[in-house]
């Protein structure tokens, strides 16, 4: 199936297809977030073939994007007959230690009986204790609205590097965002690294930043200071 393609959906999605597997902003792929129309065409599609939506909010659930999943941009909580069928989950789910999940809804999990499904990192009690925290944390220290104000001036930090030959493109939202670039990132990530900064190269050429709840704007001006002169060092291809 085509990225965001809600055309090419419709064309693959046969009577035949049980289910359709979407990450709303997908993470390894390059922080590609989906559209509202493909993810609106998706919803309507699969009612219509009887197939389940089924989102994978692992990397961008979970109060990464500045809300507690990145579909509700599109579907809020309150609009049930836009709600997926669905929801993967992890990462930032144990608060560090290894612990995933799935929410479905109530048409889906009257199919499953107790004992049908399994999973290596599920509800042991050290881990549920620690995602009960988690969500306490999140809550009291009202991180979603901080991730939404600082996502946004980092988004508009990293704007301001687009006046530089080898930026391509800025995308993602709230604090799961990514630089395109002209040119291979790994020697980037490698000079910023010595700088004391963490961040990886996807796609070859895409610098994917993943800070923690907690950054500042402070934190981030310091960050787009050592990124710019690594990036006016290098020579754009061609």
Do not use: W
């Given at each position: 199936?085509?990225?965001?393609?809600?055309?090419?959906l419709?064309r693959?999605?046969?009577d035949?297809v049980?289910?359709?597997?979407?990450?709303?902003i997908?993470?390894?792929?390059?922080?590609?977030?989906i559209?509202?129309?493909?993810?609106?065409?998706a919803r309507?599609?699969?009612?219509?073939k009887?197939?389940l939506?089924?989102?994978?909010?692992?990397?961008?659930?979970?109060?990464?994007t500045?809300?507690w999943f990145?579909?509700?941009?599109?579907?809020p909580?309150?609009d049930?007959?836009m709600l997926?069928d669905?929801?993967s989950l992890?990462?930032?789910?144990?608060?560090?230690?290894p612990l995933?999940?799935i929410?479905?809804n109530e048409?889906?999990?009257?199919?499953i009986?107790?004992?049908?499904?399994g999973?290596?990192f599920?509800?042991?009690?050290l881990?549920?204790?620690?995602?009960l925290?988690?969500?306490?944390?999140i809550?009291?220290?009202?991180?979603l609205e901080?991730?939404?104000?600082v996502g946004?001036?980092?988004?508009q930090?990293?704007e301001?590097?687009?006046?530089?030959?080898?930026?391509?493109?800025?995308?993602?939202?709230?604090?799961?965002l990514?630089?395109?670039?002209?040119?291979?990132?790994?020697?980037?990530v490698?000079?910023?690294?010595?700088?004391g900064?963490?961040?990886?190269?996807?796609?070859?050429?895409v610098l994917?930043?993943?800070?923690?709840?907690?950054?500042?704007?402070?934190?981030?001006?310091?960050f787009?200071?050592?990124?710019?002169?690594?990036?006016?060092?290098?020579?754009?291809?061609?």
């Open positions: 199936m085509q990225f965001d393609d809600a055309g090419d419709e693959k999605l046969t035949d049980c289910a359709v597997l979407i990450e709303t997908q993470g390894e792929g390059g922080i590609r977030p559209s509202e129309k493909f993810y609106r065409a309507s599609l699969t009612k219509q009887g197939a939506l089924i989102m994978d909010e692992i990397q961008c659930g979970l109060g990464r500045g809300q990145a579909f509700h941009r599109f579907a909580s309150t049930k007959e997926p669905m929801v992890a990462k930032p789910l144990g608060l560090g230690i995933g999940a929410l479905l048409k889906v999990s009257a199919a009986q107790t004992g049908q499904h999973t290596t599920g509800g042991g009690p881990a549920c204790r620690a995602s925290e988690y969500f306490n944390i809550e009291d220290e009202k991180l901080h991730v939404r104000t946004a001036y980092f988004k930090r990293l301001e590097l687009k006046d530089l030959p080898v930026v391509k493109e800025v995308r993602g939202e709230g604090l799961m990514a630089l395109e670039l002209t040119i291979p990132g790994k020697e980037i490698k000079q910023l690294l010595q700088q900064f963490i961040l990886n190269c996807t796609h070859e050429t994917r930043m993943l800070p923690p709840f907690i950054i500042t704007e402070k934190q981030i001006d310091k787009v200071r050592a990124l710019r002169p690594v990036l006016e060092a290098q020579k754009p291809n061609g």
